[in-house]
């Protein structure tokens, strides 16, 4: 018999008063969020100081509506465009779960420009900034993946497999939300870290925007080795996975980034 360790008995739903539930996962969002902005306001202060802390403050409400609106209609065309082809009502009900972190990023991505222009910021700058919070929220995120039992890893013998309770096939499993969240989440915001206390790092905008993506193209890449592919997407080319080809172009615009800052030296 293969050991598996009981999965914690956690309700996905932290406080519920009337119609009113408030979700780990939801909060998962917020705390990300916010402590992702803190942090952005103290990386903001360090030299050379080229973002203003109050310019962090309010891009606060642009990240929140590029992470919910690219999250939500990344996922709605990478993971399941025929289905909510026809049943568009059903891309309102975010509470039922489904969002894409690549979609997520090319919201943020698409809101960092827009507000880096209308301000007059350094846009690789700020997208320094903004790579270096990103893994908090990444690891907030994963954990709430596992507290939901979704994204589960594949079948496995491993001493710390788990059976999933929202599996029909109750099989012992690799927990590859927390492979996630330590590689994604608490490895890359360390090496982000490290980085951004060097000086000649912070001087060249872009280098830590590329880091992160090649940190998390990487990372994600190496996740998916354990994750369970979506179903109604399965595997793809070669054994690979949906999450490894839309991680992909982020490893390439990495390496751009880094070798043109380097190009420059």
Not at 147 to 157: A, F
Request: aromatic content about 14%; hydrophobic content about 50%; glycine content about 10%.
């Amino acid at each position: 018999m293969t050991f598996v360790i009981p999965f914690p008995s956690i309700d996905p739903v932290l406080i519920e008063i009337g119609p009113i539930a408030i979700r780990w996962y939801a909060l998962a969002y917020v705390v990300g969020l916010l402590l992702g902005w803190r942090y952005m306001r103290w990386l903001a202060k360090a030299p050379p100081r080229p973002i203003e802390p109050q310019n962090v403050d309010d891009f606060l409400v642009w990240a929140t509506l590029g992470v919910v609106l690219g999250g939500r209609l990344g996922y709605v065309l990478f993971y399941q465009p025929a289905y909510y082809l026809s049943n568009p009502i059903e891309i309102l009900a975010t509470w039922q779960g489904g969002m894409s972190f690549h979609g997520g990023f090319l919201g943020v991505v698409i809101a960092a420009i827009l507000f880096a222009r209308r301000r007059g910021i350094p846009m690789l700058a700020f997208g320094d900034l903004i790579a270096c919070a990103a893994p908090i929220g990444l690891f907030f995120g994963r954990l709430a993946n596992f507290v939901n039992s979704e994204l589960y890893g594949r079948v496995s013998d491993v001493p710390w497999a788990m059976v999933f309770p929202t599996d029909r096939d109750g099989l012992p499993r690799h927990p590859s939300q927390i492979y996630q969240a330590v590689l994604e989440g608490a490895v890359l915001f360390a090496v982000l870290f490290f980085l951004s206390r060097r000086g000649q790092v912070r001087a060249r905008d872009g280098v830590l925007t590329g880091v992160f993506l090649i940190g998390y193209a990487l990372a994600r890449s190496i996740g998916e080795v354990f994750r369970q592919p979506d179903a109604q997407i399965g595997f793809l080319l070669g054994g690979s996975t949906m999450g490894q080809w839309l991680s992909l172009p982020m490893l390439v615009v990495g390496l751009c980034l880094v070798a043109r800052v380097r190009s420059r030296t």
